[in-house]
């Protein structure tokens, strides 16, 4: 979400001036990438600014830099990033307005000649973090800190477990362009994955939630649209709906995951098809990404992914007592580490299985999957809204009867 432009034009060509003291005139050298695009969104706790780069980069050893302001030159508080191999020229000379009371501009200029610079003019300012995405290459910059509070922006967000469960941000993946997996008699995962989607919305509102679907139709939105659209919903719950693939067309069944770094070879291999990678750059860096996110969420994601999980087997089951349950599991998902909400991430069953392809084509079991959904996010409601203690009686009032039923 782009804001009005709160500093002057004059400070603004300045600082572009000082990014491009000795470089006009100057032709490109050969071998170098470009920027293609630079996007920006205003979450309630942080502003995300993400460059997406034609060649995939390495970030310098100092990271990020920040300066102090320097009223005297007209300049604001700002942090720099050197971006290596990449050229800009004058193409991002008149920077692009934030001015969402935690952001006042990012500015990009050739700083050498083998390297551009990004900068981002700050109005508030707490902590960042800084990562790169790989497919495409992509620097990503989380700027947190106390918003000037806008008309537009009024509250702040708070922790998951002090919050109502009230919105719901329903995310079929895949879309448009992106197939997902392809499976039986060319079963493609994107309209499983809407067809389920939307019959999921339907029963969320029947309960009552406010619920926002990140696509309605066929199109394709890139990780960031997803999460934007979640962040800017002030979603509570953040629900990604997949179908699952395999080599072994034996292969099937239901599980559904939570974020985590998690090493295991099946989780990760999910985990890259399902961020459009190859597993290979599902690197150390990622990972510990995953990792921090996770710990601020998990305990939340993971009452949420076992409620679901327990609804959805039972009743599946009832469809088909032969299907195989996967289980609840962790991985390095990006769709799951840019959110900051509890979220789970729904593998339904496998495109590539008999079995599997044939329910997941199914309007009813379709619909039996989205009301199994549905009830298990009520209840996690319930359960929020109940308090810790209850909270805890419910779970373990819940353990118990599912140890007396005997069927799970």
């Not at 939570?258 to 990678?277: G, I, M």
């Not at 710990?295 to 009743?315: D, F, K, M, T, W």
Request: aromatic share 4%; charged share 30%; net charge positive.
């Amino acid at each position: 979400m782009i804001g009005r432009k709160r500093g002057t034009r004059f400070a603004r060509l300045l600082g572009l001036i000082c990014l491009l003291p000795v470089l006009v005139g100057v032709e490109r050298p050969p071998g170098l990438g470009d920027v293609r695009e630079v996007r920006t969104w205003s979450y309630p706790d942080f502003t995300r600014v993400v460059v997406e780069l034609t060649e995939e980069i390495e970030l310098p050893k100092n990271g990020l830099v920040r300066l102090k302001a320097n009223l005297g030159a007209g300049r604001p508080e700002r942090l720099y990033l050197d971006v290596p191999g990449i050229w800009v020229g004058r193409r991002f000379e008149s920077g692009i307005e934030v001015g969402d009371g935690l952001l006042d501009g990012v500015r990009l200029g050739q700083n050498t000649l083998r390297n551009t610079r990004l900068v981002i003019d700050l109005e508030r300012y707490d902590h960042h973090r800084l990562f790169v995405l790989p497919s495409p290459a992509r620097i990503v910059v989380d700027v947190y800190g106390e918003r000037r509070r806008t008309r537009a922006d009024s509250t702040g967000r708070l922790p998951a477990e002090l919050r109502k469960v009230h919105t719901v941000v329903v995310d079929p993946g895949h879309g448009g362009r992106d197939p997902g997996a392809t499976g039986i008699g060319g079963l493609r995962e994107k309209d499983v994955n809407l067809a389920i989607s939307k019959k999921l919305a339907q029963r969320l509102e029947e309960h009552g939630f406010e619920v926002v679907l990140t696509r309605r139709d066929d199109r394709a939105l890139t990780l960031e649209e997803r999460t934007a659209i979640a962040e800017s919903a002030d979603g509570d719950v953040f629900i990604s709906i997949h179908a699952n693939a395999s080599r072994h067309a034996q292969t099937r069944g239901f599980e559904i995951y939570t974020l985590d770094a998690n090493h295991e070879r099946h989780s990760l291999e999910v985990a890259a098809r399902e961020n459009r990678v190859p597993a290979a750059s599902l690197d150390p860096l990622q990972r510990a990404l995953a990792r921090l996110q996770a710990g601020e969420l998990a305990s939340q994601s993971e009452r949420l992914a076992s409620l679901v999980h327990e609804n959805v087997i039972r009743g599946a089951r009832q469809r088909d007592r032969t299907l195989t349950d996967l289980g609840i599991k962790k991985g390095p998902f990006y769709v799951l580490f840019m959110s900051s909400m509890s979220s789970v991430l729904v593998e339904a069953g496998f495109v590539t299985n008999q079995r599997d392809a044939k329910l997941l084509r199914s309007p009813q079991f379709q619909s039996l999957l989205a009301k199994q959904i549905a009830d298990g996010v009520d209840r996690y409601r319930r359960q929020i809204e109940a308090g810790p203690a209850a909270s805890a009686r419910l779970a373990k009032g819940a353990a118990i009867a599912r140890r007396n039923d005997g069927k799970l």
